[in-house]
């Protein structure tokens, strides 16, 4: 989406400006202020005053992640229907479709392969077989993004040197 008489990208690198520094803010604040607050049921266990700040933080940071992702989402399809599928020779249907499927295989896939089995965590077991699952399910899928993205940028970079030879 752009504004008008802005340059173009210019709505986003404000909105991440924005992100980052609020982001540090609630970081600093975090560590900052009354990191050493014992927690009232066990004081062998710090519990950082403005912890329940940063979770909430944390949590509207993923909703409105989620939220913009599903309105790009449904507006690309929107746009997608009258657009044709190649875009300058470039099978841009043919991609967006591989992407899209292989993130659900991936997240699937990854999913299943989780563990599940109890952790302890601070002196306490945790047995919640799906969030154990769900967890694992976003480790292993951003380790196969790290190297597919690794991968990716390797071919790129051999393509063109190899185009640049000749």
Same mark, same amino acid.
């Given at each position: 989406?752009?504004?008008?008489?802005?340059?173009?990208?210019?709505?986003?690198?404000?909105?991440? %400006?924005?992100?980052?520094?609020?982001?540090?803010?609630?970081?600093?604040?975090?560590?900052?202020?009354? %990191?050493?607050?014992?927690?009232?049921?066990?004081?062998?266990?710090?519990?950082?005053?403005?912890?329940?700040?940063?979770?909430?933080?944390?949590?509207?940071?993923?909703?409105?992640?989620?939220?913009?992702?599903?309105?790009?989402?449904?507006?690309?399809?929107?746009?997608?229907?009258?657009?044709?599928?190649?875009?300058?020779?470039?099978?841009?249907?043919?991609?967006?479709?591989?992407?899209?499927?292989?993130?659900?295989?991936?997240?699937?896939?990854?999913?299943?392969?989780?563990?599940?089995?109890?952790?302890?965590?601070?002196?306490?077991?945790?047995?919640?077989?799906?969030?154990?699952?769900?967890?694992?399910?976003?480790?292993?899928?951003?380790?196969?993004?790290?190297?597919?993205?690794?991968?990716?940028?390797?071919?790129?970079?051999?393509?063109?040197?190899?185009?640049?030879?000749?």
């Amino acid at each position: 989406m752009r504004i008008p008489g802005w340059p173009k990208g210019e709505a986003s690198r404000k909105v991440l %400006y924005l992100l980052v520094t609020i982001t540090v803010v609630v970081f600093a604040l975090f560590y900052l202020v009354g %990191y050493n607050h014992p927690w009232a049921e066990d004081p062998d266990f710090i519990e950082p005053r403005l912890t329940s700040v940063l979770i909430v933080f944390a949590v509207l940071v993923l909703l409105i992640a989620v939220l913009v992702t599903a309105w790009a989402v449904v507006r690309t399809m929107r746009r997608r229907r009258s657009a044709k599928a190649d875009s300058h020779g470039v099978p841009s249907a043919l991609i967006a479709l591989g992407v899209t499927v292989f993130t659900a295989l991936m997240l699937g896939v990854s999913f299943l392969m989780g563990a599940s089995s109890a952790i302890t965590v601070n002196g306490e077991e945790y047995h919640e077989e799906g969030w154990l699952k769900a967890a694992n399910m976003f480790v292993i899928s951003s380790l196969i993004l790290i190297v597919v993205a690794t991968a990716a940028v390797a071919f790129a970079t051999i393509r063109t040197y190899l185009n640049n030879r000749k």
